[in-house]
Nanobody, 118 residues
Framework: QVQLVESGGGLVQAGGSLRLSCAASGSIFSINAMGWFRQAPGKERELVAAITSGGSTNYGDFVKGRFTISGDNATNTVYLRMSSLKSDDTAVYYC????????????WGQGTQVTVSS
């Protein structure tokens, strides 16, 4: 079993910053990538940012340089630094991990609420 434990969500004013953390633990053999998705009420879940074990990153188009994802392979932890937050960034943020070789499996955290007040 793999567990993803998220922290760092909360309430912030527009223009402010937050840092989310997600630590993976359990029966981890090979983490291929970790990242963050988000889902706002009435909307589909969308990619925020992802990072591979080799350090390659990918961001959702809406990020536009405001967020930075980083990872620590030694502790199986991924971080998301969010700056210049807007009310549109309000959503539940879910940590995701793609783990395993040759078969890859998806794991999800329980979600952490980020609310940006205008």
């Amino acid at each position: 079993q793999v567990q993803l434990v998220e922290s760092g969500g909360g309430l912030v004013q527009a223009g402010g910053s937050l840092r989310l953390s997600c630590a993976a633990s359990g029966s981890i053999f090979s983490i291929n990538a970790m990242g963050w998705f988000r889902q706002a009420p009435g909307k589909e879940r969308e990619l925020v940012a992802a990072i591979t074990s080799g350090g390659s990153t990918n961001y959702g188009d809406f990020v536009k340089g405001r967020f930075t994802i980083s990872g620590d392979n030694a502790t199986n932890t991924v971080y998301l630094r969010m700056s210049s937050l807007k009310s549109d960034d309000t959503a539940v943020y879910y940590c995701h991990a793609a783990i395993g070789y040759p078969d890859e499996y998806d794991y999800w955290g329980q979600g952490t609420q980020v609310t940006v007040s205008s």
